[in-house]
């Protein structure tokens, strides 16, 4: 067992001596090999710098990182050149002159905190939160799922909000043909949006037999009616192939109004590599 000891203790010593060697040679710019003969002039102290010998003095350094790479905080005295031309070969010691010059200067500081934020344009800007007295879309939950587009805007009109919603979507499924059993509804003003609400939560008097019972909560994250159009122009439920019945409808004054053309194609939708209503 104390053998035991004595070797792995004497492998810590060595993993150490490798590691300030590798640190000496990136800071100094010299190869690893050289180290060692300057190693023997800066012994390493009890709380890890490593001190350069000037004579009987002895001239505290520590390797610190920042801006650029590592850097040495050296006393005023700095390294003294006399050990650099009698340590290394000639060839090394403009390397050496170079590394003294950084060792006396002082450490570059690093940029400012909003200097490092990434400066490359979001591919998507994220809208600016709504206030709760300021949305108006909502989303049904708890539909029946043979109900239709229609069927949901006859229910909502006989409620008292004919004229006074300007959005509806209601999903349907395109393998299936059902609808999903939500729907996105925007409300003319916030006040009319608090009343919907109000009034569709907890709602059950379907005109088709079902046992659902309706929540109404707000739609995130699109909220308002120029959200949801930017949301929808150019998706694939516009493109030509989708029935009428399963796309989003605006209205103005309980019309129906077209939708405002896409800015740009439209592609089929897809569920992954399938092309849907094909």
């Not at 010691?93 to 690093?110: C, F, H, Y």
């Not at 919907?196 to 109404?216: A, D, I, M």
């Amino acid at each position: 067992w104390p053998q035991w000891q004595q070797q792995q203790q004497q492998q810590q010593h060595m993993n150490q001596q490798q590691q300030q060697m590798s640190i000496a040679a990136a800071t100094l710019q010299v190869p690893v090999f050289l180290v060692p003969a300057l190693s023997m002039q800066f012994p390493t102290s009890p709380a890890g710098a490593m001190p350069f010998v000037q004579g009987e003095a002895t001239a505290p350094c520590s390797v610190t990182a920042a801006a650029g790479g590592l850097h040495f905080g050296a006393s005023p005295t700095g390294w003294p050149a006399a050990i650099a031309a009698a340590t290394l070969p000639a060839a090394m010691q403009p390397a050496a002159r170079a590394a003294q010059a950084r060792a006396t200067s002082s450490a570059v500081p690093l940029p400012a905190p909003e200097l490092l934020r990434d400066r490359r344009p979001q591919k998507q800007q994220q809208a600016a939160p709504v206030s709760d007295g300021a949305r108006t879309t909502v989303m049904l939950r708890n539909l029946p799922n043979n109900y239709t587009r229609n069927a949901i805007a006859e229910m909502i009109d006989a409620a008292g909000f004919a004229g006074r919603y300007d959005f509806l979507y209601f999903p349907i499924d395109f393998r299936t043909r059902a609808a999903l059993g939500y729907a996105f509804l925007n409300l003319v003003t916030p006040d009319d949006a608090e009343e919907f609400r109000s009034y569709f939560n907890g709602f059950s008097q379907w005109s088709l037999p079902s046992s659902k019972v309706c929540s109404v909560g707000w739609s995130y994250p699109h909220q308002g009616l120029e959200e949801h159009i930017a949301r929808y122009r150019n998706s694939p439920l516009m493109h030509e192939s989708v029935p009428d019945a399963y796309r989003p409808v605006l209205y103005h004054e309980g019309v129906r109004v077209p939708f405002p053309p896409p800015t740009k194609k439209i592609k089929p939708p897809r569920q992954g590599t399938e092309r849907m209503l094909v």
